[in-house]
């Protein structure tokens, strides 16, 4: 096929984490035909889905990096995002623990940099104060940022996703990039395990990917490497005793084992912070759990191995420079080897809480080189889905008496109802996988990780997909929770 009969985007989005649809998103602000490929069947199966979901304060890093600058833009605007997309966070404040001299001076060091880097609501606080904001802490002193808050990671994503299509932009499902050119007209030709697409702007946004896409751009020369977190994730019984996030004193490359709070009410311990160079590899070793386990207790002496219901990982894209340093988010349109490409590398830790800022950094670099025309249609609200177990007797009850479905409880540990399910199976992108539902709705991701609602979720998308027990995905492309009947089919009826 001849690469003009292709169908023409204005800009192609390699990558639907929480980066690529933050740029759909802002992108989808103006008159352009927009289209996301993502190699996975959702978004937010890699690293934007395996994190601690934290809104940093911007204290962290280097003055002047665009780490500290875009974290800062991302943390100010994250309430107003919160209220337009409906997704959960809460600005309930952070802080960094200390017990010694040189810890005190440490986080007197890291005060004057966030206020540097332009972070605000930030002071020490004595041991009285210390433990008036988290009174099961261990510590003498504390680094206070009263502005750093929490926030569903999982909806944060597919909400910024969703509000994309519905302003028009385009999603492509297990459409792994495989090669990328330059026509002689100046348009890029991307190719994926599937299919070929044609654009006038390419975006790398790939997340782990980026060193690949940035070498299939010709932008050659950057090591990536993986940093991978273990965690662990305590039952929600133990919420009350976090309210904010616990952290240790930082060091210059690491922010130490939290113990931190989620928006759904559990504790999480981690993460370890590995270098690796494999980047698929999601397993969590014992001696690791042991290390949470001992770190922990140090901070917050509540730890039960009772308590755990879940471990996991997630692993960040770093790139080091020639001095094997940690690279700065990586954000840059070369024009003498790669016009009309913006390349983005190296977007780890805080590209969570930046990434709305990075996607309009990115839009107004393509700006100094062609003008948006407005999109006059676009609406920045995603349609609100209520949240069962969040509304009173009087509002649950109208929604059942409007519709049965939400009177069936599927997931009994999340109080997740039928109606909620079957609104995630339909949801504005089209995924169907069973984790697709579960980040949607935290069914399975209770106490009991799924031994309940999990057959009953698998069930509904079946009916609802009109699709075999064998052809359901529980993630990846080739994973099927089921491969055949365990009963057989008995002559005279019923199984055997």
Known sequence: MDHKDLQLYDVLIIGGGVVGSACAREL???????AVLEKNLDVCFETSGRNTGVCHGGF????????????VEGNRMMGQLSEELG???RRCGKVLVGNTEEEYARLLEVLAQGETNGATGLRMVDEAELHALVPSVVGKFALFSENSGILDPFMFTVSLAENAAQNGAEYFFDNEVTGIRREPDGTWVVQTLH???RARWVINAAGLGCGKISDMLGITGYKIIGSKDDYILLDRRMGPLVPMPIYTVPSNTYMGIHVSCTVHGNVLLGPTAEATDDLTYYGVAQHNLDYLYAESMKIWPYVKRGDYIRTYCGILPKWIDENGKIGDFR???RDDIAPRAVNLVGI???GLTASVAIARYVIAMMQEREPFAENDAFDPVRPRRPRFADLSPEEQARLIAEDPDWGEVVCRCEKITRAEILSAIRNPLGCATMT???YRTRSMMGRCQGGYCQMRVAKMLEEERGIAPEELVYMRRDGHPFFGRVRGEDPEGGTR
Request: aromatic share 14%.
């Open 331 to 333: 954000i840059e349109i």
């Open 348 to 350: 780890e830790s805080p």
């Open 436 to 438: 697709s539902v579960k």
């Open 87 to 89: 997704f959960a966070f």
């Open 28 to 34: 989808s602000r103006y008159r352009l035909r927009i």
């Open 195 to 197: 299919a070929l697409f």
């Open 60 to 71: 962290a890093y280097d003055p002047g990096s665009l780490k500290a600058r875009l974290c």
